[in-house]
């Protein structure tokens, strides 16, 4: 079966410092990883996903993430912070073949502080 | 393009009461998703449809709650009767092929009183 670790439920940098979120991943297969930014109030927004291409992945509002096999992680970076990316993230993993459901981490709140 | 729509935003009712939450996936898209975000539990899919067919309601939580499909373009999730341990957010999501990134909408804030 297939589940994501975040391994830091609160993240707090300052704004212009660099931003690292981590995620874990266990799954029997190669699988489909993406990174999802949730703002207060609001639904879920896709930041970026991967899904077997390249290991390393670029995502909107400079953020990207690099695919380690070798450590099972996903880790989201951006060089530096901005005051609007205040919120929630969640690591989500998808089971290959065609498969539709999603497995979401608990969160990592990021809190920017100016 | 308009995204994924729900209503009502906020929903707050007594125990008891039946519920019904609606949900407009993006025009095109095959997949249909019913999630349900609360502290304790996160994140929980609910149902998902494809092509207005139901194929996993493994995480619909017990038979008050119930999802429909009459078409391609609105769901419904509905609770009857609600219970105060069901306020959560719900959210809908919508993907085209497989494959396809989920794409959420705003979900709506339910309180049972």
């Known amino acids: 079966a297939q589940s994501v670790t975040q391994l830091d439920s609160h993240v707090s940098v300052s704004e212009g410092t660099p931003v690292l979120l981590r995620c874990n991943y266990s799954?029997?297969?190669?699988?489909?990883l993406f990174w999802y930014v949730q703002h207060p109030n609001k639904g879920l927004q896709l930041l970026l996903k991967?899904?077997?291409?390249?290991?390393l992945v670029k995502g909107i509002n400079g953020f990207e993430a690099e695919f380690k096999k070798s450590e099972t992680s996903f880790h989201l970076t951006k060089p530096s912070a901005h005051m609007s990316d205040a919120a929630e993230y969640f690591c989500?993993?998808?089971?290959?073949?065609?498969?539709?459901?999603?497995?979401f981490g608990q969160g990592t709140r990021l809190t920017i502080n100016p | 393009d308009a995204g994924v729509i729900q209503s009502p935003r906020h929903e707050v009712t007594e125990m008891g009461q039946e519920v019904t939450l609606r949900c407009k996936p993006i025009?095109?898209?095959?997949?249909l998703f019913w999630y349900r975000q609360t502290m304790m539990r996160g994140l929980e899919l609910l149902i998902y449809?494809?092509?207005?067919?139901?194929?996993?309601d493994s995480g619909m939580p017990e038979d008050r709650f119930s999802a429909k499909m009459p078409n391609a373009s609105f769901s419904t999730l509905k609770i009857q009767p609600s219970e105060p341990r069901d306020s959560a957010v719900y959210f809908c999501?919508?993907?085209?092929?497989?494959?396809?990134?989920?794409?959420f909408g705003d979900g709506t804030r339910l309180s049972i009183l």
């Open positions: 989500v993993v998808r089971a290959p073949g065609g498969a539709q459901k999603l497995v």
């Open positions: 799954s029997s297969y190669s699988p489909s």
């Open positions: 025009s095109g898209h095959d997949y």
């Open positions: 991967y899904t077997s291409a390249a290991t």
């Open positions: 449809f494809n092509n207005n067919v139901p194929i996993d």
């Open positions: 999501a919508s993907s085209g092929q497989s494959n396809q990134p989920q794409h």
